[in-house]
């Protein structure tokens, strides 16, 4: 009897899983600005708009050295800082006419100092090329060193009358509540889709001023903790608040952590003056003056200092990094050979060197000066 052939059964088929959809998010940018969101706004800003001295006779040299100052530094900082600033370099010659270290003295304190030496390097070029009138057009501003989108469309709709939107630390979380746009600010990524939604919202006329309001807006009510919407002249316009997601919006990015780092400073005087040092390339305040850092075997050894003496501890915090600086101070036997990019220094003279903040809280440290 013949076997029976064997017959290979087909595995069952499993139905295929079903294709997932993929949506974009919707985009933020509305259509068009909400009914009255103009109105109530540019009126608020007219009754509550903040008195700043940079606003009370705008042009385009105010308004620029304003708005360069305020970069990363809190309005009630800058006020004093304006003030002096126009007091020495009224106009763009007399900033031009200056040299770097006049410049940078003027600018010390306010941190960034590469703000104050593209300042500089953009009013030079306003004297060759522009005849020393700073321009007021949106292209011809972002031509010059320093000068990017932001601080073009803030000169140009403030002072030149441009319908240019702006996006800043204030106005962003504004933009962001109104669209309630839920994903993290900051950078060219997270701001891009801001700048479409402040191109958007532009009122036809006083762009400066709608500028500025979201500026005050966003920091005055709109704040990031405890926003007082009940006092918002936008609050009815406000996606986020009819959302209840004002206190998600703008998405917290994540922190960077804060590096710890020690240092050892040394004060070295002789016959009334002091060494300092000139910061870098590269360095934190790079070309203002400072305390040599140690070790600096090859700077310090042709001067024969004597023992030090500990002085103290200062502290500060830059660019996520808290930096202890331990404080010491000797005498010079030898005023050593002559470098670049070192100096000595009378004691009264300090105050008309351009230093960094940690040289002048060092030199307030130290002992006084020996006859």
């Given at each position: ?24 998010p ?29 606003r ?85 501003l ?98 986020a ?7 998600t ?52 050894a ?20 808290r930096?202890?600086v ?46």
């Amino acid at each position: 009897m013949a076997a029976k052939a064997r017959t290979k059964r087909a595995a069952p088929t499993r139905p295929a899983p079903p294709r997932r959809r993929t949506t974009a998010p919707p985009s933020p940018v509305p259509a068009e600005a909400p009914a009255g969101l103009h109105a109530a706004l540019l009126e608020w800003f007219d009754r509550c708009g903040r008195d700043l001295p940079w606003r009370r006779a705008p042009d385009p040299y105010r308004t620029w050295v304003s708005e360069v100052m305020l970069q990363q530094t809190q309005v009630e900082r800058v006020v004093d800082y304006f003030h002096r600033f126009l007091a020495r370099f009224p106009d763009v010659a007399r900033l031009a006419a200056a040299s770097e270290a006049e410049v940078l003295r003027q600018w010390e304190g306010l941190g960034y100092y590469r703000r104050a030496r593209q300042l500089h390097a953009a009013a030079k070029r306003i004297v060759a090329d522009h005849g020393g009138r700073t321009p007021a057009t949106f292209e011809a501003l972002l031509a010059l060193p320093g000068i990017g989108r932001y601080t073009a469309g803030a000169i140009a709709s403030i002072a030149g009358g441009e319908r240019r939107p702006i996006v800043e630390a204030n106005s962003r979380r504004v933009l962001a509540r109104l669209v309630a746009h839920r994903s993290p600010l900051g950078g060219a990524a997270g701001d891009g889709p801001l700048w479409e939604v402040a191109e958007a919202l532009l009122p036809p006329a006083r762009a400066g001023d709608w500028n500025q309001a979201l500026m005050d807006l966003g920091a005055t009510l709109c704040t990031p903790r405890a926003p007082e919407c009940h006092r918002c002249p936008v609050a009815g316009q406000c996606r986020a608040r009819l959302e209840r997601s004002v206190a998600t919006i703008p998405a917290a990015a994540p922190r960077r952590a804060i590096e710890a780092r020690r240092e050892r400073a040394l004060v070295v005087r002789r016959a009334g003056r002091v060494l300092l040092v000139r910061r870098g390339p590269g360095e934190w305040w790079e070309g203002l003056w400072d305390f040599p850092r140690l070790p600096a075997d090859a700077l310090l050894a042709p001067l024969e200092c004597g023992p030090r003496r500990r002085a103290g501890t200062v502290s500060y915090t830059v660019t996520h990094h808290r930096v202890s600086v331990a404080v010491a101070v000797c005498d010079a036997a030898q005023p050593g050979p002559r470098r670049r990019g070192v100096r000595w220094v009378a004691w009264d003279d300090l105050a008309g060197v351009a230093m960094t903040s940690p040289g002048r809280r060092i030199a307030t440290l130290a002992a006084a000066p020996v006859p």
